[in-house]
């Protein structure tokens, strides 16, 4: 009889510990998931150094980054942080950090791009709509591996869509293309 | 207490406490302190700024730069910094997101007592608040062809003898509907509890039904037109439970729903009419409908859950549970269920999304036995100058009732339109065909019952089935918006009206096709 006490107490104590231990983990669909500073080395794990630019978004730089992209972006930041990375075995890298906007409000954005143009990962650094946080999944992510400027990254030409999160789907494209025509437009990538 | 169980509680003890340090350091970063700490960042990087400025101003101007060199700007080594503007913690009030869908629909049908029609489907409002930093809040409210509602009460007063007067007027079959207002706290990604009005999770449809997510302007049939579901979509219940997401590299992702709620309930809704014959009859409803927001009519509580597994963007895999007793307590307790299967999968254009449902309600003879027990009386009239008539209708049950709908899309947009009226200014025009096949099966329906003094005298079950194709062509400037056309059949058994099986089609007793044409708009903002 105590042992079955006991063993019933065991499991209490042990199912409530596993689940505070669970819900320790607690994130929302909303939120910031990574600061600027940590992009560079989440996205480039082979990062030996780690330089930290501002650049201003001048009238012209837009100009410039709106012909390149060949179509105007949802929203325009007031300035761009760059971070250029070097790397072990590798050509340098830069990380770019853009927003673009989902439904009602900007998803913060840092992108990685190699020194050829293309993009090497995306990362969701926030997101602040209700809807449509899948796009922070490395799987849904990893699809703007390799990607240019010259591909439309638009959910169901080259991008897979997901159900209920298309306008965040589209944004992930939009701040892809948009982090390579800043880069270029700063004279970083050719 | 014995050792093992001391030791238990310590582990759960240690636990919860190597919970609530990260908690309470996390807790030590309030908003406020991390804002000084952010404005300490920023006031040493204008300082910063300052300083490089007035270097520079010092030497000779230089020849005129493009902005767009990275020599614009010194190179800062710093990574303490962060973006201005980028991270930022909203406040409630800033945070809540008002939003909305609407649609509307013309069609044309070849059933005579159907006239050519603009339709006001609906109008709902939505709203969504962080309310705090794990506590979310939504609401949907609904206005279905609802144009007007007016409420007239006054207590006029004739030859000094005072009566009293109320008038209704409202629009033709419209209706205001609360379709979701809870409140969800969200313990791990996996774990989040929700309580309110909540829509049930039982097949895909139901919990995506925005019109304006769909190409074809009207909803499926087991949804909505020959509902199979329980209820008509939106269905929603009151009640509590969790949600979650559990993400895994290797398998994807895999989702689930468990509610509990009051559940669906035979209801009553009476309507009145004022026929030319001098007659005012009142025809009392009884239907399944979904469950009270008040005390509930039954004892026992009714469950869904729903698991999902998505194993790579634009594929989805659903099922779905429902169960609970449907009767209210004066009558039997019986109870019902609904299993449902989805799916949808993407094929670079290609689309196709499904779902099946079959419900079953039990032992519905019984029930309706226990009706008549209940009414007693069939019709009665009364002494008023009117003759009053009463009738009760037991309507839209059947032992079983099953069907899916299959949808086949092709999304397109020519290159030569894109400079066009149809493409210029937006990022992502779509053009989608849509082909649609429908089926409902409705075995044992109640197609007749009567009852003297309590007793059931007649109880008669048909077995009917309906099918649907719709063909569709819809263009879509932006993901929330899209302007649609279709033709769609439906047919049913052959002699039969489809007026009996649909609640839709005004058909006359011996129309059992119709042919239709669509044409609809659906927004969201």
Do not use: C
Not at chain 2, 69 to 91: D, F, N, Q, Y
Request: glycine residues 8%; proline residues 5%.
């Amino acid at each position: 009889m105590g042992s079955d006490r006991l063993s019933r107490r065991t499991l209490l104590a042990g199912s409530g510990g596993l689940l505070l231990a669970g819900v320790g983990n607690a994130a929302a669909q909303e939120g910031i998931f990574m600061r600027p500073e940590e992009a560079p080395r989440a996205l480039f794990p082979d990062a030996s150094a780690v330089t930290d630019t501002t650049v201003t978004a001048t009238a012209e730089l837009r100009e410039r980054v709106r012909a390149l992209m060949r179509r105007a972006p949802s929203y325009w930041e007031p300035a761009y942080r760059v971070f250029r990375v070097a790397r072990h075995a590798a050509d340098p890298g830069f990380v770019i950090v853009v927003e673009e906007i989902g439904k009602h409000r900007p998803i913060t954005f840092a992108v990685a791009v190699d020194g050829g143009a293309r993009v090497v990962d995306v990362a969701v650094l926030a997101y602040r709509e209700a809807y449509g946080g899948e796009v922070r999944d490395k799987r849904f992510l990893r699809q703007y591996s390799g990607k240019t400027l010259d591909d439309p990254l638009l959910p169901y030409r080259d991008i897979r869509n997901i159900s209920g999160a298309t306008l965040s789907v589209e944004a992930t494209g939009r701040a892809a293309r948009k982090a390579i025509a800043v880069l270029r437009a700063l004279g970083d990538l050719r | 207490m014995p050792l093992r169980a001391f030791l238990a509680w310590l582990v759960t003890i240690a636990l919860m406490l190597d919970l609530a340090l990260p908690i309470s350091r996390a807790a030590a970063a309030t908003p406020e302190e991390l804002e000084a700490q952010l404005k300490a960042l920023q006031q040493q990087v204008d300082a910063l700024r300052r300083q490089i400025e007035s270097s520079q101003a010092a030497q000779p101007p230089a020849a005129p730069v493009a902005p767009a060199t990275p020599t614009a700007t010194a190179p800062v080594t710093t990574v303490e910094t962060p973006a201005p503007g980028k991270i930022e913690r909203l406040s409630s009030i800033a945070d809540f997101k008002l939003g909305g869908y609407g649609s509307t629909r013309f069609e044309a049908s070849d059933l005579d007592r159907l006239n050519e029609s603009f339709t006001f489907r609906r109008f709902v409002l939505t709203g969504d608040a962080t309310i705090g930093g794990r506590l979310r809040g939504l609401f949907e409210l609904e206005l279905e062809r609802l144009t007007e509602l007016e409420v007239e009460r006054t207590a006029p007063s004739e030859a000094g003898r005072r009566g009293f007067q109320q008038s209704i007027e409202g629009s033709d079959k419209s209706e205001i509907s609360l379709e979701q207002a809870w409140v969800e706290f969200t313990l791990a990604d996996w774990l989040k509890y929700r309580a309110g009005m909540m829509l049930v999770p039982v097949g895909r449809f139901n919990l995506n039904h925005d019109d304006n997510r769909w190409d074809l302007p009207r909803r499926s049939l087991v949804d909505r037109g020959v509902p199979v579901l329980p209820v008509t979509a939106a269905w929603s219940e009151v009640g509590m439970g969790f949600v979650g997401d559990v993400k895994t590299e290797r398998w994807g992702t895999f989702g689930y729903q468990a509610l509990v709620m009051n559940g669906v309930s035979l209801d009553s809704s009476i309507e009145t009419i004022a026929r030319g014959s001098s007659e005012l009859e009142t025809e009392v409803e009884i239907k399944a409908r979904r469950g009270t927001a008040n005390i509930d009519l039954k004892r026992d509580k009714a469950g869904a859950l729903r698991l999902t597994w998505s194993p790579a963007p634009g594929h989805e895999l659903g099922t779905s549970v429902y169960y609970g007793r449907y009767t209210p307590d004066f009558l039997p307790s019986e109870a019902l269920w609904s299993v449902a299967l989805d799916g949808k999968t993407t094929l670079g254009p290609f689309e196709v999304e499904g779902q099946y449902v079959r419900t079953h309600f039990n032992n519905i003879r019984r029930v309706a036995r226990g009706f008549a027990d209940a009414v007693a009386e069939r019709a009665f009239s009364s002494g008023t100058p009117l003759d009053v008539v009463v009738e009760f209708e037991l309507a839209g049950l059947a032992d079983t009732k099953q069907g899916y709908w299959l949808d086949l899309r092709y999304r397109f947009f020519p290159d030569f339109l894109r400079d066009s009226l149809l493409g210029r200014g937006f990022d992502n025009p779509q053009f989608i065909v849509t082909l649609r096949g429908e089926q409902v099966w409705l075995d044992g329906l109640v197609s007749e019952i009567d009852f003297t003094n309590g007793h059931l005298t007649s109880f008669q079950q048909d077995n009917r089935h309906v099918n649907r194709v719709t063909l569709g062509f819809a263009y879509r400037p932006l993901p929330l918006v899209v302007f649609q056309t279709a033709f769609e059949r439906t047919w049913t058994d052959r002699g039969k009206s489809l007026s009996g099986v649909t609640n839709f089609l005004p058909a006359r007793r011996s129309e059992d096709t119709a042919n239709t044409f669509l044409l609809g708009v659906a927004f969201g903002f």
